[in-house]
């Protein structure tokens, strides 16, 4: 197949985009242009909570959290919560319809930014980042897992969830052949795909034990997916 150009993706002008209260749109949690049905949102809740272990007792951060739409089903699962997004559009739409109490906080900040800032990083217990560590460079994943191991110090374990395995691209590529400079470029719509051993370096590096899972496999987009559970 014919390599071809490709172009950037900003998640912050894409929501602006889209009516003020589809969530689902907003997130491109979507499959040819539509919402994905309710039963994939609630497998991935299941995911994240299970892969957590998440308990009443639990302060969970969010990092590249969105709208908050998906997190705000997490919300009776754990004590408290706080969702970070580099789109201060994003986090507005959050705060306007998802923080219902004064146990939930948004905030508007790159997330690597953010964990070297945070000044209770010890309230924290658990960590998810669903769908979005693909849009950081390797720097600033380096960034974020280092300072969650050192600074968030009761961090018990780190969720990294549905990222674009790299090994699996020609699974979603069906009618093209991308770029190299596609694949690893974080700023397209899918994000940068990396290897399991790619991340595995960084996590490691940063002090922390990995275990790498998959999506059950009714999970829509399994196929070219990888969960990352980190622990100390």
């Known amino acids: 197949m014919k390599k071809t150009e490709y172009t950037t993706f900003s998640f912050d002008e894409h929501a602006k985009k889209c009516d003020v209260d589809d969530f689902l749109k907003q997130m491109l949690r979507t499959v040819k242009g539509e919402p994905i049905e309710q039963e994939q949102i609630s497998l991935i809740i299941e995911v994240i909570s299970d892969s957590l272990s998440i308990g009443q007792s639990d302060a969970l951060l969010d990092l590249a959290c969105g709208n908050g739409s998906l997190a705000s089903l997490l919300f009776n699962e754990c004590s408290s919560y706080k969702g970070i997004d580099i789109s201060a559009y994003l986090i507005e739409i959050a705060r306007s319809n998802f923080q219902i109490s004064d146990s939930i906080a948004f905030e508007a900040s790159p997330a690597d930014v953010y964990v070297k800032n945070e000044p209770q990083p010890e309230r924290f217990t658990k960590v998810n980042c669903f769908g979005s560590l693909q ?98």
């Open 135 to 232: 849009y950081l460079t390797n720097e600033e994943v380096s960034t974020v897992l280092c300072n969650l191991f050192t600074r968030f110090s009761n961090v018990e374990k780190v969720f990294l969830g549905n990222m674009p395995d790299k090994n699996s691209y020609t699974s979603f590529y069906k009618d093209r052949e991308p770029t190299e400079a596609e694949l690893n470029d974080n700023n397209t719509a899918i994000g940068k795909w990396r290897m399991k051993s790619e991340l595995g370096r960084l996590a490691s590096e940063a002090g922390w034990q990995v275990e790498f899972t998959t999506m059950p496999a009714s999970f829509y987009a399994k196929h070219y997916r990888f969960n990352a559970v980190l622990t100390r």
